[in-house]
């Protein structure tokens, strides 16, 4: 035999027992294993929780809101009013107050705009709180956030006629600010 012959002869008998040595090709048939986790039922994948930005304090809110504004005009029950925007802002450059205030003849309409303000910043959870500054003013409060409504009623400086018979408009103040925000951000703990 030649050498062609041979090396032929051993890949043909080597060839068959490689094959059957492979699990895949061999002819026996070999017991599926079982996994237990195939039958048990599947947990949905749990959601990742995202965290959650802090609620827009009404501040904040209002400050999206006003910034840029310098008059604005409050509508009740088709009545109107304009009123100046201030806001106050501490050393840091963040704001710390925002003051609506105006003049009006129109003392129905301020009292319904106070009691409407009051109103709605009750259900958003303030605080009625006692303030020594007199019967026209209303603070609420809800953690470090305030709101305070004043309306000042000048009914009495027209009631007598002057010479000129001018008649004093009533005011009013409305103020939403943050006391956490009233410093100017370079405090340090003091200790004694």
Sequence with gaps: MNQTSRWLLLVACAFPVALWSLPCLSQTKQPKSIDITDYLPVEPAKPKLKKQAAPMSDLDRLYRKYKTAKQITIFSAGDKVVADAEIQYNDAGKPKAIILSGESSDLELLLRIRKTLIG??????????????????DLLQKRTEYA???????????????????????????????????????TESFSF
């Design 120 to 137: 709605e910043k009750l259900r958003a959870g303030y605080k009625r709180q006692e303030d020594d500054r007199g019967f026209e003013t």
């Design 148 to 186: 305070k409504y004043e309306v000042i009623d000048n009914s009495f400086l027209n009631s007598g006629k002057s010479i000129f018979e001018t008649r004093v408009p009533h005011s009013f103040r409305f103020e939403v600010g943050d006391t956490k925000r009233q410093g100017n951000g370079n």
